[in-house]
């Protein structure tokens, strides 16, 4: 018995096929400029079949980037404006290591005091008692609000203080945070602090969990990655901002992949773009220029 016309349009179906071809051949690209470069390009996985009678609904396409999320200490912040922060918490070794070099600098100038100060009698010794408090509670008071949150030993491991939402942190928190280093002391040796940093995946110790703080490494700028010097080129069809994204980044990364790895990934589009293997690096070029605007 002849089975009955399904009412799905051919343009719709053309469609469908169109957008599973693309996600077969731009899909390997973006997965594989994720791996690691001498690591063996994914395997693709085109449909085996596709069914045309189908609900009027949009047809699901399998995503290859269905996959666990990697470890990452990575700490999100949306802003008001609705923009993310990534920002990239301190582990305790760093944060150890900036405090000891803070302790260091702290021990210098209080001897340096003492030393002034004890050729004044009396009178240097209760002057250099309330300087003692002054150096060992305000030191790092202020310079984490002065100084963008960074402190001598901070800057130098390349670290600051911030609030949770990634904002500069002020004179309250910066208090709070810094008078409760008593607590985080107990019994010894920041045994509590140390405990309660490795146990939050913030690595907060007791003070910022009060404070609301936030030890993250300082972004430094980059320079961003030139493109390969070529004539600018049209897309031949439409591409979704993934994909045009993995374009992009391939252009980007040309100089820190080899020349066997670059026509390895450039040939997985030389069949949609139309050209050979060896004119395919040098297309997927044209094209990630006029993606950014670049002449």
Same mark, same amino acid.
């Not at 077969?24 to 994914?42: E, H, Q, V, Y």
């Not at 140390?194 to 009060?210: I, Q």
């Given at each position: 018995?002849?089975?009955? #016309? &399904?009412?799905l349009?051919?343009g719709?179906?053309?469609d469908?096929?169109?957008?599973?071809?693309?996600?077969? #051949?731009?899909?390997?690209?973006?997965?594989?400029?994720?791996?690691?470069?001498?690591?063996?390009?994914p395997?693709r996985?085109?449909?085996?079949?596709?069914?045309? &009678?189908?609900?009027?609904?949009?047809?699901?396409?399998p995503?290859?980037?269905?996959?666990?999320?990697?470890?990452?200490?990575?700490?999100?912040?949306?802003?008001?404006?609705?923009?993310?922060?990534?920002?990239?918490?301190?582990?305790?070794?760093?944060?150890?290591?900036?405090?000891? #070099?803070?302790?260091?600098?702290?021990?210098?100038?209080?001897?340096?005091l003492?030393?002034?100060?004890?050729?004044?009698?009396?009178?240097?010794?209760?002057?250099?008692?309330?300087?003692?408090?002054?150096? %060992?509670?305000?030191?790092?008071?202020?310079?984490?609000v002065?100084?963008?949150?960074?402190?001598?030993?901070?800057?130098?491991?390349?670290?600051?203080?911030?609030?949770?939402?990634?904002?500069?942190?002020?004179?309250?928190?910066?208090l709070?945070?810094?008078?409760?280093?008593?607590?985080?002391?107990?019994p010894?040796?920041?045994?509590?602090?140390?405990?309660? &940093?490795?146990?939050?995946?913030?690595?907060?110790?007791?003070g910022?969990?009060?404070?609301?703080t936030?030890?993250?490494?300082?972004?430094?700028?980059?320079?961003?990655?030139?493109?390969?010097e070529v004539?600018?080129?049209?897309?031949?069809?439409?591409?979704?901002?993934?994909? %045009?994204?993995?374009?992009?980044?391939?252009s980007?990364?040309?100089?820190?992949?080899?020349?066997?790895?670059?026509?390895?990934?450039?040939?997985?589009?030389? =069949?949609?773009?139309?050209?050979?293997?060896?004119?395919? =690096?040098?297309?997927?070029?044209? #094209?990630?220029?006029?993606?950014?605007?670049?002449?």
């Amino acid at each position: 018995m002849r089975q009955p #016309i &399904c009412p799905l349009s051919i343009g719709y179906a053309n469609d469908i096929l169109q957008r599973s071809r693309h996600f077969a #051949i731009i899909t390997p690209l973006r997965l594989a400029l994720r791996s690691d470069d001498s690591g063996a390009l994914p395997q693709r996985h085109l449909p085996h079949s596709i069914d045309l &009678c189908l609900p009027q609904t949009t047809l699901p396409l399998p995503s290859a980037l269905d996959r666990p999320s990697l470890l990452d200490n990575s700490h999100r912040v949306e802003t008001p404006e609705g923009i993310d922060l990534l920002l990239r918490p301190a582990g305790l070794v760093p944060r150890a290591l900036a405090f000891a #070099i803070d302790l260091a600098i702290r021990a210098a100038i209080l001897v340096a005091l003492f030393i002034i100060l004890g050729m004044l009698g009396n009178f240097g010794i209760g002057l250099g008692t309330l300087l003692l408090f002054l150096v %060992q509670w305000w030191y790092m008071v202020l310079f984490e609000v002065l100084n963008q949150g960074r402190t001598p030993g901070k800057y130098w491991l390349g670290l600051r203080v911030v609030h949770d939402d990634g904002t500069p942190v002020g004179w309250t928190s910066s208090l709070t945070r810094n008078l409760l280093r008593f607590v985080d002391m107990l019994p010894f040796g920041y045994f509590l602090g140390a405990l309660s &940093c490795l146990g939050h995946p913030a690595f907060k110790r007791l003070g910022d969990l009060a404070a609301g703080t936030l030890v993250v490494y300082r972004e430094r700028p980059q320079a961003r990655p030139t493109l390969p010097e070529v004539e600018a080129a049209k897309l031949p069809f439409a591409l979704s901002l993934d994909e %045009q994204r993995a374009l992009i980044a391939f252009s980007e990364r040309h100089a820190s992949l080899s020349a066997e790895r670059r026509l390895e990934l450039a040939s997985i589009l030389a =069949e949609p773009l139309a050209v050979t293997g060896e004119n395919a =690096e040098a297309k997927i070029h044209g #094209i990630a220029r006029s993606l950014v605007g670049a002449p």
